[in-house]
């Protein structure tokens, strides 16, 4: 979902005389066409459960397909692992603009032989990390074209907090808590999801979850909302504060729109470094972070957030250039344009 929201912030700020077409892996691809732009999903190799070498076959021909359907003069690839396909479809198409949409926050000395594939482009673009000066990751000396953070969304597009309210069926005066950590049990307080939402309860504070699949029999569910959208940072404005995962998207658009937020990083993740991202928040003194959490530990975090968060994260704007997709928009249209003389 990353990688999708990333291109649309792109595709949303190009010229009109630009027009994106998505060809994406995400079962999530529908999206797009909300906003206006064709699309097509091609299934990944284990949507498809084939062997590699098979696959990278598959996604070579159905992009030479799209190419040949759509003559693009640019092709944006947003990714930290190029395919081999791709590679295979750019040597048959040398005449159209490639471009590497590659954020950086990679783990120290990891996937550095995918840094190589740099060469297969003509143009790197890396999104900004307003953690930047945390990142120890191969990409953080490499060369690259570099923008701002990137979000779907700027300030102005935020529904205000009575609108957002009113859209997501919220009581317009409880405290509100976004919390998105993935699937948990929201009852198991062994668990970092059901640690939060037991603070949260202990702190008179009413929960709203990003993760649909809440599983049944769990017991306690009266007083935990659902909240489900695309971009749901427009209804940011709807909650007092934030306890979420720190991956590129939701880190970004919580600091720029203003949520004071528990960051929980995801551990497990093969390459991207969430826990520097959310340690630098921390250190800034824009957010608070727990890398393991208990009860004990998240109440006066949360508590705090709800007393100092806001004046906490305004501070970020001192340290914000802006919405790089504004830039990469300026870039892509630009060699759109050279590519169609």
Same mark, same amino acid.
């Given at each position: 979902?990353?990688?999708?929201?990333?291109?649309?912030?792109?595709?949303?700020?190009?010229?009109?005389?630009?027009?994106?077409?998505?060809?994406?892996?995400?079962?999530?691809?529908?999206?797009?066409?909300?906003?206006?732009?064709?699309?097509?999903?091609?299934?990944?190799?284990?949507?498809?459960?084939?062997?590699?070498?098979?696959?990278?076959?598959?996604?070579?021909?159905?992009?030479?397909?799209?190419?040949?359907?759509?003559?693009?003069?640019?092709?944006?690839?947003?990714?930290?692992?190029?395919?081999?396909?791709?590679?295979?479809?750019?040597?048959?198409?040398?005449?159209?603009?490639?471009?590497?949409?590659?954020?950086?926050?990679?783990?120290?000395?990891? &996937?550095?032989?995918?840094?190589?594939?740099?060469?297969?482009?003509?143009?790197?673009?890396?999104?900004?990390?307003?953690?930047?000066?945390?990142?120890?990751?191969?990409?953080?000396?490499?060369?690259?074209?570099?923008?701002?953070?990137?979000?779907?969304?700027?300030?102005?597009?935020?529904?205000?907090?009575?609108?957002?309210?009113?859209?997501?069926?919220?009581?317009?005066?409880?405290?509100?808590?976004?919390?998105? @950590?993935?699937?948990?049990?929201? &009852?198991?307080?062994?668990?970092?999801?059901?640690?939060?939402?037991?603070?949260?309860?202990?702190?008179?504070?009413?929960?709203?979850?990003?993760?649909?699949?809440?599983?049944?029999?769990?017991?306690?569910?009266?007083?935990?909302?659902?909240?489900?959208?695309?971009?749901?940072?427009?209804?940011?404005?709807?909650?007092?504060?934030?306890?979420?995962?720190?991956?590129?998207?939701?880190?970004?658009?919580?600091?720029?729109?203003?949520?004071?937020?528990?960051?929980?990083? &995801?551990?497990?993740?093969?390459?991207?470094?969430?826990?520097?991202?959310?340690?630098?928040?921390?250190?800034?003194?824009?957010?608070?972070?727990?890398?393991?959490?208990?009860?004990?530990?998240?109440?006066?975090?949360?508590?705090?957030? @709800?007393?100092?968060?806001?004046?906490?994260?305004?501070?970020?704007?001192?340290?914000?250039?802006? &919405?790089?997709?504004?830039?990469?928009?300026?870039?892509?249209?630009?060699?759109?344009?050279?590519?169609?003389?």
């Amino acid at each position: 979902m990353g990688h999708l929201t990333r291109l649309l912030a792109y595709a949303q700020r190009c010229a009109p005389t630009v027009e994106p077409h998505f060809f994406s892996l995400s079962q999530a691809a529908p999206v797009v066409g909300r906003f206006g732009h064709p699309y097509e999903y091609v299934p990944s190799a284990s949507a498809t459960g084939l062997e590699p070498a098979r696959w990278h076959a598959y996604f070579a021909a159905r992009l030479s397909a799209t190419i040949e359907r759509i003559h693009p003069a640019v092709v944006v690839f947003d990714g930290t692992w190029p395919y081999e396909g791709l590679g295979l479809v750019r040597k048959a198409y040398p005449g159209i603009g490639w471009v590497w949409s590659r954020r950086g926050m990679w783990r120290a000395g990891m &996937n550095r032989e995918q840094l190589a594939k740099s060469t297969w482009f003509d143009l790197v673009i890396e999104p900004g990390e307003f953690a930047a000066p945390a990142d120890q990751g191969v990409t953080a000396q490499a060369q690259a074209t570099r923008v701002g953070p990137v979000t779907l969304l700027d300030r102005d597009d935020l529904d205000t907090r009575a609108e957002a309210r009113a859209f997501l069926g919220l009581d317009p005066s409880v405290p509100l808590a976004l919390v998105s @950590l993935g699937a948990g049990n929201i &009852n198991d307080t062994s668990g970092d999801l059901g640690a939060v939402v037991a603070a949260l309860r202990d702190l008179g504070v009413e929960v709203c979850v990003t993760q649909p699949e809440i599983a049944a029999g769990q017991g306690r569910l009266d007083d935990v909302h659902v909240v489900r959208d695309f971009p749901l940072s427009r209804r940011y404005r709807a909650f007092d504060l934030a306890v979420s995962a720190t991956g590129y998207n939701s880190f970004h658009e919580l600091l720029r729109f203003g949520v004071p937020t528990l960051f929980v990083p &995801n551990r497990s993740t093969a390459l991207d470094d969430q826990e520097a991202r959310s340690r630098y928040a921390a250190a800034q003194g824009w957010a608070h972070t727990l890398e393991v959490v208990t009860v004990d530990q998240a109440t006066p975090l949360l508590a705090d957030l @709800l007393e100092r968060g806001e004046p906490m994260v305004k501070h970020v704007s001192d340290a914000d250039p802006g &919405n790089g997709a504004v830039e990469a928009a300026r870039i892509l249209t630009g060699l759109a344009v050279e590519g169609q003389d």
